[in-house]
């Protein structure tokens, strides 16, 4: 059985933090699942980590469906959310409704996420009625980034930090299940995290969420940046680009593949061929 989002809830009634961390492919969902993370986020960070885009806006849906598809295939238990990417929740909430619903019938996601405040609360309501669980997303919200001018922390002053935590109500009482609070100051999270029923996850908002989520590549040192909110727990990075240099110094000198990784046959067969060979020459010659 899957992790659901009332597990999450009870974790928190219990005081069990809840880790969380992304996965877009099926190896790193495999691994993951393996190590017991109940959630796994198949978020539209994806665009940057994996397809090298500059943001996330530039992720599609088809895309998004894609990566979660495969994330599911190679999972058991972990709990999958989806990231609704750029503008899948904007043009109507009917078409939101399909495209969240195209993460649960056709991508096999247990739950989406979706990014924003006041101007999503009716369709993360109507998405929930249909049926849907939804994770939501505050504070920094990167598919805000072009109106935000940058990746910045958020809520620092009273009039935001108070419309942050009435966003965080809102979203609760349209049904979410929890919600991500991203670059936002610990003592607004602690604070919101208390104001709430629903589990808190955060990511640059301090020790005092209810649980935690970062992104897979940046925590094993596969990223070419990383925010002040990360802790490196590997460096991968290094560790593949030593092993690269090492196959290529050891195929250019002629030390890779050895015997020991090459496979063998009878030699009376290769005699066999030598012959044939010898004899389509000869054939070959004397016409």
């Known amino acids: 059985m899957r992790v659901t989002g009332a597990d ?19 190896p790193t969902a495999r691994i993951l699942d393996d190590a017991g993370i109940p959630v796994l986020l198949v978020g539209d960070s994806l665009g940057m980590v ?43 909430v009917e078409q939101s409704i399909e495209n969240a619903a195209r993460f649960i019938r056709d991508a096999g996601a247990q739950a989406v ?17 249909a049926g849907i669980p939804v994770m939501g997303h505050l504070g920094l919200t990167p598919q805000q980034v072009l109106n935000l001018g940058g990746y910045k922390v958020q809520g620092r002053s009273g009039e935001a930090a108070e419309q942050i935590l009435k966003d965080a109500l809102a979203l609760e ?4 299940f929890s919600i991500v609070l991203e670059c936002i100051p610990a003592p607004l999270a602690k604070l919101i995290t208390k104001s709430l029923a629903i589990p808190t996850i955060g990511i640059g908002a301090g020790p005092d969420c209810d649980g935690q989520v970062q992104v897979i590549h940046d925590i094993l040192g596969l990223s070419d940046f990383f925010p002040k909110h990360v802790k490196l727990y590997a460096r991968l990075g290094d560790a593949i680009k030593q092993a690269a240099k090492s196959y290529q110094e050891e195929v250019k000198n002629g030390q890779f593949p050895t015997e020991a990784h090459s496979f063998t046959m009878d030699e009376s067969v290769i005699r066999y061929v030598e012959d044939q060979l010898a004899k389509d020459r000869q054939r070959t010659s004397d016409r």
């Open 8 to 26: 999450l809830k009870e974790m928190k009634g219990r005081g069990e933090l809840v880790p969380v961390l992304t996965a877009y492919d099926a």
């Open 50 to 92: 994996v397809l090298g885009y500059e943001n996330t806006t530039r992720v599609s849906m088809e895309e998004m469906l894609h990566h979660t598809k495969a994330v599911v295939r190679a999972s058991r238990t972990a709990m999958v959310v989806a990231d609704m990417p750029f503008l899948s929740t904007t043009v109507s």
């Open 113 to 129: 996420k979706v990014e924003g405040g006041e101007r999503v609360v009716e369709t993360a309501r109507r998405i929930v009625d």
């Open 173 to 176: 009482r349209a049904g979410i």
